[in-house]
């Protein structure tokens, strides 16, 4: 891709548009960086472009910006704003910055994406991988965006890549050496018009992959058996419930990988640290990329050993009193707070809601009938959760985090757990998922 001279509006003056915008510079084109917010609400992070060729505009979107640019780079998260597709209908070309990354990157890229627990899966696949030798990059949607990597001169095996799929959107020719799709279900409906169009974006990662590369797919989904048939790529499979010839699945307590190369090795599970059936999948899921990328067998069972997951995602935070607390703020979705629940066999004090994503909860009425001892609802979904989930256990409103806890604490005894695992964003009350995290941490170390 030739920048040199290009007139280029970045959208988004957040990290990554930041080091869209010094990427951009480096290359000499003529850069535009644009943001609704002020300059005192963006920080420090601004101030690393400050000194450089780059123009700022801040405080809202000029149209003309947008119409006059030859090229537009959209961070992650920014919505169809007029502006953007003002320019789109006079041909204007936009991409994601994953986009304009990929154009530059000559590592493999090992891409994750799903609705759930594909921070995790990112994480593990790079402690795996280092385990056994390689040199990694990890970044995306978590830590580092890959156009920082795209910056530098470091030289790595491979790139491990979180994406979104807003970071999905706008791509054309990327094409990832090996793709997972984890899992798919209901999010982002405040942005997406329908379901349908948010699978999509998630499905576009496997858009221009050919017979060179690998798909890595969810053999218990009937979604994406259905979807894999449009896949160019080697598609293996990962599968709780049934026998493969090829790819991961169980039998008889084993995770058992039948690798591209024809090896087949044994993973026993008595000794990680991951719980959950959620967890189960995204080990069984980074294990298949383990056999493709040839990791030794016993680096792969050292590293899953060794990883004890993330934080904010069902981390425990402490027991007082034979009561257990369970932190998984992450869990933004309705699937993740249902896998939450289904990780537990001690009665659940849940305590749940936040800001509504026009979610459906209905699919979480079987496991809190089933588990959960009371339900404690906060934030603006707390009525719309109520009402989809009426009569199945005691359920109480409050009106904040401090509050739902107090009372959680209240209703708890001796082997009980409080779990906080909203089922929706936090942007009601907090500024992020770990923002709200760290704040029911401290409620809980506050407690005596």
């Known amino acids: 891709m030739e920048l040199k001279g290009k007139r280029v509006l970045?959208?988004?003056?957040?990290?990554?548009?930041?080091?869209?915008?010094?990427?951009?510079?480096?290359?000499?084109?003529?850069?535009?960086?644009?943001?609704?917010?002020?300059?005192t609400e963006l920080g420090e992070e601004l101030e690393k472009i400050e000194e450089g060729r780059i123009k700022t505009e801040l405080g809202g979107h000029r149209l003309r910006s947008f119409l006059e640019a030859e090229l537009i780079v959209v961070s992650p998260g920014i919505p169809p704003i007029r502006p953007l597709m003002s320019a789109i209908r006079e041909g204007i070309?936009?991409?994601s910055e994953i986009e304009l990354a990929y154009q530059f990157i000559r590592t493999p890229i090992i891409a994750v994406t799903g609705t759930d627990g594909k921070t995790t899966t990112a994480n593990l696949l790079e402690r795996i991988l280092t385990n056994s030798g390689k040199k990694v990059f990890l970044g995306g949607n978590i830590g580092r965006p890959l156009i920082e990597y795209a910056r530098t001169d470091e030289q790595c095996d491979y790139a491990v890549a979180e994406l979104s799929s807003f970071q999905l959107e706008r791509t054309y020719s990327f094409k990832p050496y090996?793709?997972?799709?984890l899992n798919l279900s209901q999010d982002h409906l405040d942005r997406y018009r329908s379901y349908r169009q948010y699978?999509?974006?998630?499905?576009?990662?496997?858009?221009?992959?050919?017979?060179?590369?690998?798909?890595?797919?969810?053999?218990?989904?009937?979604?994406?058996?259905r979807a894999s048939r449009r896949i160019r790529a080697k598609k293996i499979f990962f599968s709780r419930t049934r026998t493969l010839k090829q790819g991961t699945y169980l039998e008889e307590g084993k995770i058992l990988c039948q690798a591209p190369s024809g090896r087949k090795e044994a993973f026993p599970p008595e000794r990680f640290k991951l719980r959950g059936p959620h967890n189960l999948e995204n080990i069984m899921a980074a294990i298949t990329v383990a056999g493709i990328c040839s990791c030794p067998r016993?680096?792969?069972?050292?590293?899953?050993?060794?990883?004890?997951?993330l934080e904010h995602r069902l981390e425990f935070v402490r027991e007082l009193r034979g009561?257990?607390?369970?932190?998984?703020?992450?869990?933004?979705?309705?699937?993740?707070?249902?896998?939450?629940?289904?990780?537990?066999?001690?009665?659940?004090i849940l305590i749940a809601g936040g800001r509504d994503k026009r979610s459906d909860y209905t699919p979480l009425r079987d496991p809190v009938r089933e588990k959960v001892k009371a339900l404690i609802l906060m934030g603006e979904a707390r009525d719309k959760i109520a009402q989809a989930l009426p009569r199945l256990t005691e359920t109480l409103s409050v009106e904040n985090l401090a509050q739902a806890l107090k009372l959680a604490w209240a209703k708890s005894c001796s082997g009980d757990l409080v779990l906080l695992s909203p089922a929706c964003s936090s942007f009601d009350m907090f500024s992020n998922y770990e923002d709200r995290g760290r704040a029911f941490k401290q409620l809980v170390r506050d407690l005596n």
């Open 323 to 348: 009561v257990k607390f369970y932190n998984d703020s992450k869990a933004t979705t309705v699937n993740s707070a249902k896998r939450a629940l289904e990780s537990f066999r001690e009665p659940i």
């Open 178 to 181: 090996i793709a997972l799709l």
């Open 298 to 309: 016993e680096k792969t069972q050292e590293a899953l050993e060794h990883f004890s997951g």
């Open 10 to 39: 970045v959208v988004g003056a957040g990290r990554t548009g930041i080091a869209t915008a010094q990427f951009l510079q480096e290359k000499e084109a003529q850069i535009i960086i644009t943001d609704y917010k002020s300059r």
């Open 93 to 95: 070309k936009v991409i």
């Open 199 to 225: 699978i999509r974006a998630k499905l576009r990662i496997f858009a221009n992959q050919q017979g060179s590369e690998f798909a890595i797919l969810n053999k218990d989904d009937p979604l994406f058996s």
